[in-house]
C-alpha cells in the first residue's frame, strides 16, 4: 500500500507540473530514508520539467541521516541535495552542518513565523485553569521523541508534592516515530510505549484530578482557550527543528520550560525567554517547572518579553 500511495503522489506531481507549468516546486526535505526517496524522485522529476526544485529542512539532525548511509547513498544524497536550487533552513548554526553537502550559496535560513492573529491579550482572564493555582500547558505530539516520557515521571512528582499546580495536555498520541531516532548529539532515543505510563497517570485518583488530556487541537478557537486558561508552557524535545507550539505559546504571551534544542536554543536565552532544561532530565524538568510556577512576577515579565520577541 505504501509503495501504491507512492506512486499516485508522484503521477500527481507529474499530472501537476504538465499540466499547471509551476515555475518552483516547493517540497518537505525528510531525514529518514524513505521519506528521502520520495523528495529526491520528486527533485528528479521537477528538474525533468525545467522547473526549479525548493526543500524546507524543518528537523535539526540531517547530518545523522547522512552519516549512518552507505557510501553510495551518501553520494546519491549529495548528487539530489546540489541538484536542487534552494534548500530552506530554520535556524543559523543548522546551516553550518549542510555546508559539508552543498554549497553555501544555495542555502537560506527562514525561521517559523506564525499569523497575526495568533498573539492574545493576557488580561485578567489568564490566571490559569478555574483561576486556581498555576497551570501548565503541553501542546504537541504525545511521543517519547518530544520527551513525553520524561514529562510525565516530572508531573507524577509534582502533583505527588503540591497541590497547587495542574497539568493540561494536548495532542495526538504517536507510537512510532518515522522521522526523529537520535537526539541532537546522536544518541538513540528509544520508541518506548507509552501505554503503561498513561494508564497509570488515568488510573491514580490524586493524579488524574490535577492532569487533564484534551486530545489532539487544530482550531484556533480551542487552542486560544488552552493558552488563556495556562501560565506557562512546557516541551522537553529531544530534536526539534523550530516548534511551532513554542512561538504560538510565544504570541500568547506565555513563559517557557523547554530544551535547548532546534532553533530555540539560538533564538531564547535562557533565564530571559525560557529555562532550560537538560534533554532526558525529568528531576531537571521537575525543578525548572515549580521554579517558574512559584515566581509570578517572573512569569509575566517573561510572558511579554517572548510576545515582544516572536511579534
Known amino acids: 500500500p505504501s509503495v501504491m500511495r507512492l506512486l499516485a503522489a508522484l503521477f500527481k506531481v507529474t499530472a501537476v507540473l504538465a499540466v499547471k507549468r ?12 524513505s521519506g528521502f526517496v520520495r523528495d529526491s524522485i520528486i527533485v528528479l522529476i521537477s528538474k525533468a520539467f525545467g522547473k526549479k526544485a525548493v526543500l524546507h529542512f524543518r528537523g535539526s539532525t540531517f547530518h545523522l541521516f547522512y552519516t549512518r548511509q552507505n557510501l553510495f547513498f551518501k553520494a546519491y544524497i549529495r548528487f539530489i541535495l546540489r541538484l536542487t536550487d534552494a534548500i530552506i533552513l530554520q535556524a543559523q548554526w543548522i546551516k553550518e552542518r ?16 506564525v499569523p497575526a492573529e495568533a498573539f492574545l491579550e493576557r488580561g485578567e482572564g489568564t490566571k490559569g485553569l478555574n483561576g486556581n493555582g498555576v497551570t501548565v500547558l503541553y501542546l504537541n505530539h504525545i511521543s517519547v521523541a518530544k520527551g513525553f516520557k520524561v514529562l510525565l515521571d516530572a508531573m507524577r512528582a509534582i502533583v505527588a508534592e503540591r497541590d497547587d499546580i495542574r497539568f493540561l495536555i494536548a495532542g495526538d498520541r504517536i507510537d512510532r516515530e518515522k522521522n526523529i531516532f537520535h537526539d541532537e548529539a546522536g544518541r538513540p532515543i528509544g520508541c518506548e510505549d507509552l501505554s503503561a505510563d498513561l494508564a497509570e497517570i488515568l488510573k491514580d485518583p490524586n493524579t488524574r484530578e490535577r492532569v487533564q488530556f484534551i486530545g489532539e487541537v487544530s482550531d484556533k478557537k480551542s487552542k486560544d482557550e488552552l493558552f488563556r486558561a495556562a501560565d506557562l508552557f512546557v516541551l522537553a524535545s529531544y530534536s526539534e527543528g523550530f516548534p511551532l507550539s513554542v512561538l504560538e505559546a510565544m504570541a500568547a504571551g506565555l513563559p517557557l520550560v523547554v530544551t535547548p534544542v532546534g532553533a530555540l536554543k539560538e533564538i531564547l536565552q535562557d533565564g530571559v525567554n525560557a529555562l532550560f532544561v537538560e534533554p532526558g532530565k525529568a528531576d531537571d524538568l521537575r525543578e525548572k517547572i515549580l521554579r517558574l510556577a512559584d515566581e509570578a512576577s517572573r512569569r509575566k515579565e517573561m510572558g511579554e518579553r517572548n510576545q515582544s520577541l516572536v511579534r
Open 22 to 33: 509551476p515555475r518552483y516546486v516547493y517540497t518537505i526535505l525528510n531525514q529518514n530514508f
Open 98 to 113: 549542510f555546508t559539508q553537502l552543498v554549497p553555501e550559496a544555495k542555502l537560506r535560513v527562514i525561521p517559523n513565523a
